[in-house]
């Protein structure tokens, strides 16, 4: 079964950056869709950023919009997320998931995300 673990997560002030990495293991990526979610106090969990399994289609939330980048890298079975201009509002914990099924074109909401790491915090203060 696959495992993902994210790193990279912390404390920053608005208009900072981080860069968040999620590495798996137990399966080869190559073939999945890979995303990244987040989810903040008292709200759900929402994907803000995905990538097909042939990174030539991403998806990104509104709010993320020409602030966040999500890369993958099947060599070494990681996926990232890097994050500028950072907002207050961008607090929350960010968890990396894969697809369920191979081969999907896109990575959009409508993607089978099924599995998930167990999450890195983000912290942004005013």
């Known amino acids: 079964q696959v495992q993902l673990v994210e790193s990279g997560g912390g404390s920053v002030q608005a208009g900072g950056s981080l860069r968040l990495s999620c590495a798996a293991s137990?399966?080869?990526?190559?073939?999945?869709?890979m995303g990244w979610f987040r989810q903040a106090p008292g709200k759900e969990r929402e994907l803000v950023a995905g990538?097909?399994?042939?990174?030539?289609?991403?998806y990104y939330a509104d709010s993320v919009q020409g602030r966040f980048t999500i890369s993958r890298d099947n060599a070494k079975n990681t996926v990232d997320l890097q994050m500028n201009s950072l907002k207050p509002d961008d607090t929350a914990v960010y968890y990396c998931?894969?697809?369920?099924?191979?081969?999907?074109?896109?990575?959009?909401?409508?993607?089978?995300?099924?599995?998930w790491g167990q999450g890195t915090q983000v912290t942004v203060s005013s």
């Open positions: 998931a894969t697809d369920r099924v191979p081969w999907s074109a896109t990575a959009g909401p409508r993607t089978a995300y099924a599995y």
């Open positions: 137990g399966r080869a990526i190559s073939r999945f869709a």
């Open positions: 990538i097909n399994w042939r990174a030539n289609n991403a």
